[in-house]
């Protein structure tokens, strides 16, 4: 049964549109940081929970200015609070659409698997004596298995003992 999950319309000049549009975030995005899996994992994490504790401890430090040790720059975790704000909401914007085109391409690529599939079984019928049998059994590598005079060839032992090498 034919399937078709999506058919996508985005002309050349959409596409243009697009990677115009990519280019301008990656120039803005160029200065984010992009951290190892270790330096990710020993990072102090601000959750939910510590997220409402962060917020209420910068505006007891605010008002509280004559506690604030010399090494203690206030000013600048605010501004990376409202940067944590505004990105995120960027974030969740980008996530969305990055879900949206995972899933497209992965429509897609089962669209053009399932009728190359459904092509190649009506090729496998209809192929043989048309001239089409070079270019199935081209097609046929893709379902190769290894033979299985391979894999009898292959020295066996008896449990207990071990194969002579």
Known sequence: MPQNLISV?????????????????????????????????????????????????????????????????????????????????????????????????TALGSDVMTASLEGYALLKVLGQGSGLEALRQGMASRFARRSSKAVEAAPQTQPGKVAAV
């Open 9 to 105: 319309g985005f002309s050349d000049a959409d596409y243009e549109d697009i990677d115009a549009a990519l280019t301008v975030l990656e120039r803005y995005f160029a200065t984010l940081l992009d951290l190892s899996a270790d330096e990710r994992r020993t990072l102090t994490k601000m959750g939910d929970k510590s997220e409402a504790f962060c917020r209420q401890a910068l505006v007891a430090l605010d008002q509280n200015r004559q506690v604030l040790p010399p090494g203690l720059d206030l000013a600048e975790a605010q501004r990376d609070l409202l940067h944590f704000d505004q990105l995120r909401a960027r974030a969740s914007r980008l996530n969305v659409l990055q879900g949206k085109v995972d899933d497209t391409v």
